[in-house]
């Protein structure tokens, strides 16, 4: 007698035929016993079923029954061209390793279980009371709010998408998981029957979906932290994170438009950008332009016309990240050579495509003095 399979959480009304045909879809049945009481004769909800291998020589193994239920139903393009299925027996390394196989079930899954959490949720919002709230407006209540409050506390930007994002998320992989209490071969016994040979329910035991699902929540939090936050933002959190110091200078006029940093280690409120601008020179022992817009020109070129008037000799820089800033260098050149500006003064911007190379060139920076600005 062949290795048996042990199958639990039966239906009381199961019968060894009936269980015989079901199991058929997976190969060939050479037994089945259910366990009976022995008073009542009726089923206790377990059986052992004896099967083929699914080449079909030999009782089907343990370890082959866990691989079957661990493959995927997919859809691959074959070396012809042409788009097959891994039906069948004896189908399943028909996509291994190719990198145009499709995972059709974790697909169809998570599909169905989004549009689930949108009927749910829509039928929640569509009756809700405040006179007589139901048990399940409740519960959904109970989930916006939790969601809402850890969006708040890690999000601390304007954005109307952010925490809808969260809670769809939330209930999204909740959903995925609690497909595991559905018994493993209920689902895929049903498709069995209509000739679909693999079915696996979990979507997020496949790790394209969770990679997937993992890579996009990076790229939107690089996104809104960028957007929100902005590069100074970002340089900010990464400074205080090595244990750095930051100043932040702020006019009011810009309080209410911009979200000051919440952590910095010291925010100084100014009257107008004429102070700020004065206070950021005091603060300061260098300039550093990264790659912007007309705020940035107009900072970096007001900082070197202070150095040429010789109000400050400290250093001016421009981080040339993938050569953003070539066009400016190139008409500084041309200035020099129409005459409008000093070869010397022209040398007192620094640039580098890396911030380690601009930090070395300001350690060794000289301001030069000149009683001319121009020839």
Request: charged share 20%.
């Amino acid at each position: 007698m062949g290795r048996k399979l042990y199958v639990g959480n039966l239906p009381y009304t199961a019968t060894e035929q009936g269980l015989a045909d079901k199991f058929a879809a997976f190969g060939t049945v050479l037994s089945v016993k259910l366990i009976t009481d022995r008073d009542t004769g009726r089923t206790k909800g377990l059986g052992f079923i004896e099967m083929a291998s699914e080449g079909g020589h030999g009782p089907q193994t343990s370890g082959e029954y866990i691989q079957h239920h661990l493959q995927n139903l997919q859809v691959c393009k074959a070396e012809s061209g042409d788009w097959v299925w891994n039906l069948g027996h004896n189908a399943a390394d028909i996509c291994t390793g190719n990198p145009m196989a499709i995972n059709v079930d974790s697909m169809f899954w998570s599909v169905l279980l989004g549009l689930v959490f949108i009927t749910l949720f829509w039928r929640a919002a569509k009756q809700t009371s405040n006179a007589k709230p139901g048990k399940f407006q409740a519960l959904v209540e109970i989930i916006v709010e939790f969601v809402d409050g850890s969006v708040k506390d890690t999000f601390h930007g304007k954005s109307r998408l952010i925490a809808p994002l969260g809670l769809t998320i939330f209930v999204w992989v909740f959903l995925m998981n609690l497909m595991d209490l559905i018994p493993v071969d209920w689902i895929p016994l049903a498709a069995g029957a209509v000739g679909i040979t693999y079915m696996k329910v979990v979507p997020s035991t496949d790790v394209n979906v969770t990679f997937g699902m993992s890579i996009a929540v990076f790229c939107l939090i690089i996104f809104y932290t960028i957007k929100n936050k902005g590069i100074m933002g970002v340089i900010a959190n990464s400074m205080l994170r090595q244990g750095g110091k930051v100043y932040g200078v702020m006019p009011t006029a810009l309080c209410d438009k911009e979200i000051a940093h919440p952590k910095l280690t010291e925010l100084h409120i100014v009257s107008s950008m004429h102070e700020r601008k004065t206070m950021m020179a005091e603060l300061s022992d260098g300039f550093i332009a990264m790659p912007g817009g007309f705020g940035t020109l107009e900072e970096i070129i007001e900082i070197l016309t202070w150095g040429q008037l010789q109000f400050h000799d400290k250093p001016c820089g421009l981080l040339n990240v993938d050569g953003y800033f070539d066009h400016l260098i190139r008409y500084l050149d041309h200035a020099v050579g129409e005459g409008f500006l000093c070869a010397e003064n022209r040398q007192m911007l620094l640039c580098d495509n890396t911030p380690a190379g601009l930090v070395q060139q300001f350690g060794k920076y000289i301001a030069p003095r000149l009683d001319k600005w121009t020839e």
